[in-house]
């Protein structure tokens, strides 16, 4: 199964972007990368996914590197409730594995 | 539409007694995974079931078990609790099974605690 590596944290400021990286080196040809969020005693949100190319939602935009090696979780324009437990997940074929993930706090 | 309802939402059981939870998907949706939750050891799959099927299986004890029902509304049994079974268990719904990459759709979960 595909590992992922992110930050433990990470803090950003108010109304600018947060760019959350993720490492995937032992990603598979046809293995998705997905992005969930979680808030204190909620289950987790779902974000964005994608296999090669570039995504945006009215949520976030995901870059993935052109070798599938890494990508990048892009909220434009952060806000206080955007505060949560971001995780990088590899779907390998049907098993979700989760990370750590990276605790985002956005500052007034 | 409703999202994924999962109850009890606490649970209390004691070392050695089992416990049933359960989880009402979206409707639609034919596929339901559960998650094991601890500050240990994180998120941890447990298992997926698909039209009644269970399709995938992470790597826990055998008294750790599931079943779906006709309606896609699923089950999740633990047997002879242990005081590390204590945990968030989540479960998620998708219209497809989860290697087909829909996306999951998560519960609250419950919180079962064992003493």
Redesign the interface.
Known sequence: DAKTTQPTSMDCAEGRAANLPCNHSTISGNEYVYWYRQIHSQGPQYIIHGLKNNETNEMASLIITEDRKSSTLILPHATLRDTAVYYCIVNSYGKLTFGQGTILTVHP | KAG?TQTPRYLIKTRGQQVTLSCSPISGHRSV?W?QQTPGQ????LF?YFSETQ??K?NFPGRFSGRQFSNSRSEMNVSTLELGDSALY?C?SSST???D?S???????TRLTVT
């Not at chain 2, 996306?103 to 979960?109: E, V």
């Open positions: 994924v995974s998650y994180g998120l941890q799959f997926e399709r995938n992470g989540l998620a099974q989860v290697r990459n996306p999951l759709h998560f519960g609250n979960g």
